[in-house]
Structure formats: C-alpha cells, structure tokens
C-alpha cells in the first residue's frame, strides 16, 4: 500500500505552538500528526522515509510544514539524526537532501528565513529563540541526547554562531512523559546524573522507574544560563494521545515522525 500515489489532501497541518516564541515573532511549530496526506499507520503527517512511508507522501508533508512556516520547502532543513550532541548551522544555500543525509541531532541559523528542524517520535524537541540576533535552533534530545547534554549544546552552538551570549528563549515540546516514559534502573541512574534536577526526575513506585525528561532538559537549559521563566513548556504526551502524536513508544518502528521547526529573522 505504501507505494500506491498519495491520496488526495485532508486538510492544513495543526500544530502546536509556543506563545512565548510566538510573542516574540518567531515562527515556529510542533507539528502533531495531524493534516497531512501519508496513509497508515503513518497517517497523515509524518516526516521521515526511512520508517517505509511512500516518498511522495512524505514529500507533500514536508511543503505542507513549509507554508504554515512561511517559507520555501528548499529552506526546511533537518539532519539524520543519531541521539548525539553534533550541530549543523545552515545558511539557506545548503541542498537539503543533502543536509538530511548527515547525521547530528541539531541545527541551526542565523539567516532569517531558514526553518530549522528537528524530527521525533517520544524524544524531546527543543526550539531556541535569540532575540538579540534572531538566531535559531532545533534541538532533538531523546534519552540518550538528554544524558550527552543536547540541550545544552544546542545552547552553546547558538552562542558560538552569534558571537554572543544572545538573549534566550526556549520552548520544550510534547514528547513522552513521566506517565508512559518507564524505563530501567541503569537508564534512571544515566538521567538521574545528568543535571541538576537529580533524583527528583526519576519516579519510583511499583515496578520499573518513571522518568521525567521534561523536568530534566529544563534543568539543563537554566544550567546553560536561560532563565526558568524564559523557558516554555508546550504540553504532550505523544503515547498517551494517539490522536495528536506518532509514537515509537506505542506502535513501534512503523511508525509516524514528529516535526518541530523555528525560523530565523525575529530580531529587529
């Protein structure tokens, strides 16, 4: 079924958004799963090939992304990525076939009009605003990332980019929450290390450990001098709700991929 030609359109991508992002005229989106064309169990908005959508599909998706961002589906860039901590800044001249075959896990620009994004199905987007510069970046920090500090160094890149310390905004995504992110006691221990949060992310009770990740990669992002009230939380549990989110966690390897994308050029 996944070669037959995309079905006809249903409708404008919904995402989420951040409104402190929003405030400060920056557009961007968590996109949900909703609005696009793939068939199941891809359906409708899923961003990635490689988990056996039909390209074409997934083609359409992505230039739907691209106008509810207000930009050029040639400037919609995001990277293979491999649960690490390596950046690629963008400038808008990149082919972005190209880009996407690269591996890091996250991008960025200082080019106003260049989307960054990152992909997901449980792990954490982070999108970063500076609105000194107008600078961005897409960060994708699932368990593995949040241990290695993505967040953080997606803080840092965007700082090195600028040649500043910029002044920050952060909104973290919908992703797997403590109530479905069950995990073993040497993965709690990793998450439990790995900032500030400590011991209080990880929820004991019955059974395996609970871990919040959402408590962990803001602890992260203040360690890396972005004030708490600056930092948003953009609600979601991507097992929980089917309806809104794809899911690895819930239905395994075919399954959809999530987009967050920020657009550079607030500044000014």
């Given at each position: 079924?996944?070669?037959?030609?995309?079905?006809?359109p249903?409708?404008?991508?919904?995402?989420?958004?951040?409104?402190?992002l929003?405030?400060?005229?920056?557009?961007?989106?968590?996109?949900?799963?909703?609005g696009?064309v793939?068939?199941?169990?891809?359906?409708?908005?899923s961003f990635?090939?490689?988990?056996?959508?039909?390209?074409?599909s997934?083609?359409?998706?992505?230039?739907r992304?691209?106008?509810a961002?207000?930009?050029?589906?040639?400037?919609l860039?995001?990277?293979?990525?491999?649960?690490?901590?390596?950046?690629r800044a963008?400038?808008g001249?990149?082919?972005?076939?190209?880009v996407?075959?690269?591996s890091g896990?996250?991008t960025?620009?200082?080019?106003?009009?260049v989307?960054?994004?990152?992909?997901?199905?449980?792990?954490?987007?982070?999108?970063?605003?500076?609105?000194?510069?107008?600078?961005v970046?897409?960060?994708?920090?699932?368990?593995?990332?949040?241990v290695?500090?993505?967040a953080a160094?997606?803080?840092?890149?965007?700082?090195?980019?600028?040649?500043h310390?910029?002044?920050?905004?952060a909104?973290?995504?919908?992703?797997?929450?403590?109530?479905?992110?069950?995990?073993?006691?040497?993965?709690?221990?990793?998450?439990a290390?790995?900032?500030?949060?400590?011991?209080?992310?990880?929820?004991?009770?019955?059974?395996?450990p609970?871990?919040?990740?959402?408590?962990?990669v803001?602890a992260?992002?203040?360690?890396?001098?972005i004030?708490?009230?600056l930092?948003?939380?953009?609600?979601?549990?991507?097992?929980?709700?089917?309806?809104?989110?794809?899911?690895f966690?819930?239905?395994?390897a075919?399954?959809?991929?999530?987009?967050?994308a920020?657009v550079?050029?607030?500044?000014?």
């Amino acid at each position: 079924m996944e070669n037959q030609p995309a079905p006809p359109p249903r409708g404008a991508p919904a995402p989420q958004t951040s409104p402190l992002l929003a405030a400060a005229g920056f557009r961007h989106a968590f996109f949900t799963r909703q609005g696009g064309v793939s068939r199941p169990p891809w359906d409708t908005l899923s961003f990635a090939v490689s988990v056996g959508d039909d390209p074409a599909s997934v083609h359409e998706n992505l230039a739907r992304a691209a106008r509810a961002l207000g930009v050029p589906a040639a400037r919609l860039y995001m990277l293979s990525q491999v649960h690490g901590t390596a950046s690629r800044a963008l400038t808008g001249a990149e082919d972005r076939d190209e880009v996407v075959r690269s591996s890091g896990d996250i991008t960025l620009s200082l080019t106003p009009g260049v989307a960054c994004g990152v992909r997901s199905a449980d792990c954490v987007p982070v999108l970063l605003a500076d609105r000194a510069s107008g600078a961005v970046a897409a960060i994708h920090s699932g368990w593995r990332g949040t241990v290695a500090g993505a967040a953080a160094a997606g803080v840092a890149a965007l700082r090195a980019l600028t040649g500043h310390r910029g002044d920050l905004l952060a909104a973290i995504g919908p992703h797997i929450e403590a109530c479905c992110f069950e995990v073993g006691e040497d993965v709690a221990a990793s998450l439990a290390s790995c900032s500030t949060a400590g011991a209080t992310a990880v929820i004991a009770g019955e059974g395996r450990p609970h871990v919040d990740l959402r408590r962990i990669v803001r602890a992260q992002l203040e360690a890396a001098g972005i004030e708490g009230k600056l930092i948003e939380d953009v609600a979601g549990c991507t097992v929980c709700d089917v309806e809104r989110y794809h899911s690895f966690r819930r239905d395994g390897a075919r399954s959809g991929r999530l987009l967050s994308a920020i657009v550079a050029g607030a500044a000014g």
